[in-house]
């Protein structure tokens, strides 16, 4: 049931981080990958490649859409499909409200929000095709956050766009439940990696947040491989627009 042997997975921003935890666990699950990244992910492919799986690079800024056809097209040529894609690509920009840019406001949003749909367009095109000549569920994971569900402070790009992730996780499972795909979130709590680096070099920050975490502890990138493995595995085929939240009881408190 939770095997991904013979499926082929897009991961977005597979150099660094969760995209990289969740690269290396869906390949230790049996699946291909091609990472998605601004530069190439070799250290990432070395890792896929050392559980017995095939990874290709593809090269893609995705803080535009322009790219979007070229990443499925070279992941279809080096393949041969695609059954997963997890949209994990995304950047955070830190300001108070009242000084926040236009800048900043369109790169986070264009990022997270407006390249994640555009690939599920992209991608989803293919699986609905598939789903009906072979059965196969394309599955579609998107990266959300607890912003999907909180406010946060001095990030209003980011928490519009990862409610926005929420609401379309939600919008593109209604309307490809029926098509053959099922499309999820996985919401992370606080993860160590280079986009909370800040929080995590903040002494005050830090312990606040690790006092609210009844876990005590950060998150790391391999805390989420497993929430992205079942969500992409055939045991979550009746799952759909569940944005699941894996972030050491934070949302509990
Ligand atoms: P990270 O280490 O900074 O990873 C972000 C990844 O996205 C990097 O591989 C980065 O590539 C890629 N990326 C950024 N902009 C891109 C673009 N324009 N085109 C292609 N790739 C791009 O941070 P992370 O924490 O793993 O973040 C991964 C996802 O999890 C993000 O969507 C983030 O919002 C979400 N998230 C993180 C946390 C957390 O606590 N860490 C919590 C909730 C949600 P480069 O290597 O080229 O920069």
């Known amino acids: 049931m939770f095997n991904l042997i013979g499926r082929k997975a897009i991961v977005t921003g597979a150099n660094t981080g969760i995209g990289q935890g969740i690269a290396v666990a869906l390949a230790k699950a049996g699946a291909d990958i091609a990472l998605v990244g601004r530069s190439a992910a070799a250290e990432t492919q070395a890792m896929v490649q ?47 409200a ?32 598939w789903a009906s000549q072979d059965g196969a569920r394309g599955k579609i994971v998107n990266i959300a956050s607890m912003l999907t569900f909180q406010g946060g402070i001095r990030v209003p790009s980011y928490t519009a766009s990862k409610s926005g992730v929420g609401g379309l996780t939600k919008l593109l499972a209604n309307e490809w439940a029926s098509k053959g795909i099922n499309v999820n979130a996985i919401a992370p709590g606080y993860i160590a ?61």
């Open 50 to 96: 050392a559980e017995g799986r095939k990874a290709i690079l593809v090269e893609a800024d995705l803080s535009s859409i322009e790219p979007v056809g070229d990443v499925v097209s070279q992941t279809i040529e080096g393949l041969g499909r695609v059954d997963i894609l997890v949209n994990n690509a995304g950047i955070i920009r830190r300001e108070d």
């Open 193 to 253: 990696t280079n986009n909370t680096a800040a929080l995590q070099a903040d002494e005050t920050r830090n312990r606040q947040i690790l006092e609210r975490i009844p876990e005590g502890r950060w998150g790391d990138p391999t805390d989420i491989g497993g929430a992205a493995v079942f969500l992409s595995s055939k045991a979550a085929d009746y799952i759909q627009g569940h944005i699941l939240a894996v972030d050491g009881g934070w949302l509990a408190r």
């Open 98 to 129: 009242l000084e926040f840019s236009e800048a900043d406001w369109d790169a986070v949003v264009d990022t997270n929000m407006k390249a994640l749909f555009f690939m599920s367009q992209a991608v989803g095109r293919h699986m609905v095709d």
